[in-house]
C-alpha cells in the first residue's frame, strides 16, 4: 500500500514493557533505562531480534526496532491485537509523515480497507530511534525524545552521521523521506527571499506581506508539530516552493533541520 522498499525494516510496536520478549531476544538495561524515561512515547530501540519474528519486518537484520506509543487510539488497538504489530507511517513511501487521520485517506484512501480515526499526532515528528545493541547506543534517527535528554537519563550516547558508518544499521535512513511535492528553500530569516504568491512560509519569525500560505510557530517543537501538515497543505495549493526557516540544532531543533533537510536533499 505504502510502496515502501523492502530493505527498510519495519518498527514493531507492542502496547507495554511485559510484551517486549514477544520480538525481542534480550532487552539490555540502557534499553529498559530508555523505555521506562520515555515510554510511552516517541522513542524506538533496536534490540536483539526473537527468531521467531518474521525476517521480513526487519528487512534481514538481526535486530529489531521496537516502540511503545502513548496514544490512546494506538494502546487501544495493541491491547485489542494481543500481539506486536509491524506498522510504518500511514504514508506513501517519500511523502511526508502524516500527522492526521485525513492525510492518511489523502495519500491511501483507495489501497487500504479501513483507518482508525484519531486525534491529531501530538509531536509530529517520527519517533527517535536508539540503536541499544552497541555501546555506546547510537541515534540512528533524531526526533523529540532529544540527544540531551537521552545523555541526562543514560549517559553516554552517540549520533549517527552520514558516512560514518552507521548509515548501514538503519537501511531506512538512506531512502528519501519526507519530502513534499514543491522545493525546499532553507533561510536563516525571511528577509532573506522575495515573498510570493506560489511560496509557503513555515518559520519562528514573521515574513513580509506576499507569501501564498505562511505559519508562523512559537518555537521549534510547535515548528515540528506543524511541519509535515504545512508540507501538505502547500503541496494541495499547489505551491512550487517552500521556504522554511532554519533554527538552532539543540534539542528538538537538531529533528527538525535533519527532516527539513532531507525534504530539501532531492
Ligand atoms: P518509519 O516506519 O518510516 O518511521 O521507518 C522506520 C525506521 O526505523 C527505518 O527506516 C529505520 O531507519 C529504523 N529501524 C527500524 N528497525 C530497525 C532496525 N532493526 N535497525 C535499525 N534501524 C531500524
Ligand atoms: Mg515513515
Redesign the pocket.
Known sequence: AKGRPAD????VHVPNVARLDQVASEVPDVARLILRTFSPGPV?V?LP?SPTLSPLV??G?D???VRIPAHETAQTFLDACGVPVA???ANRSGRP?PTTWDAVLRDLDDRIDCLLRGPRARVGL??T?V?CTVTPPVV??TGSVTVEALRAAIGDVEVATAGHGHAG?????R?P?YAPRARIVLVDSPGDVLPVSTAGYIGIRAPGEGFGITRVVRDAAAYAHELYDFFRRCDALDLDTIVCQRVDRTGVGLALMDRIERAADR
Open positions: 527498510n525494516p519495519l518498527i524506538t533496536v531480534r526487519s528487512a537484520l535486530t529489531v526496532g506498522a510504518p507511517s509523515s517520527e519517533s530511534v540503536d540512528l534517527r544499521r538503519s537501511p531506512g535512513t531512502h523521506h
